[in-house]
């Protein structure tokens, strides 16, 4: 019977293959498949998973006629088996490694925008190091990437640092301070003219993102304490190239990390247009990884040629 308790020594008792078997159902949402997949027949499956659910003394599927899903219990313990999973694979990996026989793939998470300015230069030193790595990126929003941390299933996270943004799993090591600033076309009346008031800017129409609030805020915020009336927003766009293309064809305005105007060839035709105060708070970038997991070598190489990177980055803007 399980009653949602399990003795230590049931527990002692799971065995690896047998949070391989329970994984490999989730992806599949079906024993059928899963079996498959495994090269199992579907009793043989069944029987590990329920000697599974036996040892821990809770039930981790639902089936249904559609396939299974996870019940509470197995949502809680699949962030532990995929855990498990991941960390066994690296410990392969890094046995490899110390062998000299393994190539290390350095499993990398970031956002759009700090993919863009901090990779290439980052990527192009890391491969350049003499050994046989390589990188495999994974690109998504902050959340999604420190769930995908926490299970192993990405090695690192580059992203910003905000209230809780590193906790006792998560450890962070600061790569720069990101500087956002009001750009425009390299012939808007205002560029190259020196430091410029918000009533300057209010003259202007501006192109925004549409997923960054708070900095929409901010750029309210200053308006409102100049006595101005907020942006008149021209278009509002998700996608920075997306603006910057908007900006070249026209006298408007926005606002883009410094970093990206920089480095990036694509935002070359954009110039900072320096305010008079500044408007936004510099952004702390950090690379985020497991405090509890095992870096590999090939993992702390990139995170060094990373920090590298970041420092030069810093002293340009």
């Given at each position: 019977?399980?009653?949602?308790?399990?003795?230590?020594?049931s527990?002692?008792?799971?065995?690896?293959?047998?949070?391989?078997?329970?994984e490999?159902?989730?992806?599949?949402?079906?024993?059928?498949?899963?079996?498959e997949?495994?090269h199992?027949?579907?009793?043989?499956?069944?029987?590990?998973?329920?000697?599974?659910?036996?040892?821990l003394?809770?039930?981790?599927?639902?089936?249904?006629?559609?396939?299974?899903s996870?019940?509470?219990?197995?949502?809680?313990?699949?962030?532990?088996?995929?855990?498990?999973?991941?960390e066994?694979?690296?410990?392969?990996?890094?046995?490899?490694?110390?062998?000299?026989?393994?190539?290390?793939?350095?499993?990398?998470?970031?956002?759009?925008?700090?993919?863009?300015y901090?990779?290439?230069?980052?990527?192009?030193?890391?491969?350049?190091?003499?050994?046989?790595?390589s990188?495999?990126?994974?690109?998504?929003?902050?959340?999604?990437?420190?769930?995908?941390?926490?299970?192993?299933?990405?090695?690192?996270?580059?992203?910003?640092?905000?209230?809780g943004?590193?906790?006792?799993?998560?450890?962070?090591?600061?790569?720069?301070?990101?500087?956002?600033?009001v750009?425009?076309?390299?012939?808007?009346?205002?560029?190259?003219?020196?430091?410029?008031?918000?009533?300057?800017?209010?003259?202007?129409?501006?192109i925004?993102?549409?997923?960054?609030?708070?900095?929409?805020?901010?750029?309210?915020?200053?308006?409102?304490?100049?006595?101005?009336?907020?942006?008149?927003?021209?278009?509002?766009?998700?996608?920075?190239?997306?603006?910057?293309q908007?900006?070249?064809?026209?006298p408007?305005?926005?606002?883009?990390?410094?970093?990206?105007?920089?480095?990036?060839?694509?935002?070359?035709?954009?110039?900072?247009?320096?305010?008079?105060?500044?408007?936004?708070?510099?952004?702390?970038i950090?690379?985020?990884?497991?405090?509890?997991s095992?870096m590999?070598?090939?993992?702390?190489?990139?995170?060094?040629?990373?920090?590298?990177?970041?420092?030069?980055?810093?002293?340009?803007?």
């Amino acid at each position: 019977m399980l009653d949602g308790r399990a003795s230590p020594v049931s527990i002692r008792r799971v065995e690896l293959r047998q949070l391989r078997h329970f994984e490999e159902i989730v992806n599949a949402s079906s024993f059928g498949q899963a079996a498959e997949r495994l090269h199992l027949t579907q009793p043989a499956l069944s029987k590990s998973i329920r000697n599974l659910e036996q040892s821990l003394g809770v039930q981790l599927f639902e089936r249904h006629p559609a396939g299974v899903s996870l019940t509470e219990y197995g949502r809680v313990f699949l962030d532990y088996a995929a855990l498990v999973n991941s960390e066994l694979a690296r410990a392969t990996d890094h046995l490899a490694e110390l062998k000299g026989r393994g190539a290390g793939v350095v499993r990398v998470g970031a956002g759009a925008t700090v993919m863009k300015y901090l990779m290439p230069e980052t990527v192009r030193r890391f491969l350049d190091g003499g050994e046989p790595n390589s990188i495999s990126f994974v690109q998504d929003g902050r959340a999604n990437l420190a769930a995908r941390l926490r299970r192993g299933e990405i090695d690192v996270m580059i992203g910003s640092v905000g209230a809780g943004a590193a906790d006792d799993d998560l450890h962070a090591e600061p790569v720069l301070q990101d500087v956002i600033g009001v750009v425009a076309a390299r012939g808007h009346p205002l560029a190259g003219g020196g430091a410029v008031a918000v009533a300057d800017l209010a003259r202007y129409r501006w192109i925004l993102p549409d997923s960054s609030e708070s900095e929409n805020d901010r750029l309210a915020g200053a308006f409102r304490r100049a006595g101005c009336k907020g942006p008149d927003v021209a278009v509002r766009v998700s996608s920075s190239l997306f603006m910057s293309q908007w900006l070249k064809d026209g006298p408007f305005l926005s606002y883009l990390p410094k970093a990206l105007v920089t480095r990036v060839e694509e935002y070359r035709h954009l110039v900072p247009i320096e305010t008079a105060e500044p408007i936004w708070a510099p952004v702390p970038i950090a690379v985020f990884y497991r405090r509890r997991s095992v870096m590999l070598r090939s993992t702390r190489r990139f995170v060094n040629r990373l920090k590298e990177v970041g420092a030069e980055l810093q002293r340009e803007i």
